[in-house]
């Protein structure tokens, strides 16, 4: 029996739209695009069966909407971990309104790159930890 190849950690974006909003950034300048299409490409040319798609674009739930986009348009071949704002005054709610929204199933802590952001051994993220084991997600 043959083990499925995982890419575990995947970036996918599209330009800017109103359909695919997404908050820009040196990494995602509004000119630059990484479609689904070219990383599903790249994943059969290396014999990589599945991957974890990596919301990096925003924390709204419409600026999941790639993501969400990818993954209900191949289920086979991709999962979602989103973001919320840890900052927000309630961010076990948020990530249950991402959840419903999307269907994510796994959530990431800190924006990358942020120094300032929440850390996993913050206490002030025991919430989030104890909602996402309510809603069965992984956390990154």
Known sequence: MQMDKVDVHVHVF??????FPRELSSL??????????ALIADMDAAGIN?????EMNGTEVEQHAYV?????TWPNRFTATG????GDPDPPARLRELVAATGIEGIR??????????????LATYAVF??????????N
């Open 130 to 139: 104890e909602c996402a084991d309510e809603l069965g997600l992984n956390i």
């Open 83 to 86: 973001l919320i704002d840890m």
């Open 28 to 37: 995602a300048p509004a000119d630059r695009a990484c479609p689904i299409e």
């Open 109 to 122: 802590l800190g924006a990358l790159g942020d120094p300032t952001a929440q850390r996993a051994e913050d």
């Open 14 to 19: 599209d330009l800017p739209s109103e359909r």
């Open 68 to 72: 969400t986009h990818c993954v209900q």
């Open 50 to 54: 599945r991957a974890v798609l990596i």
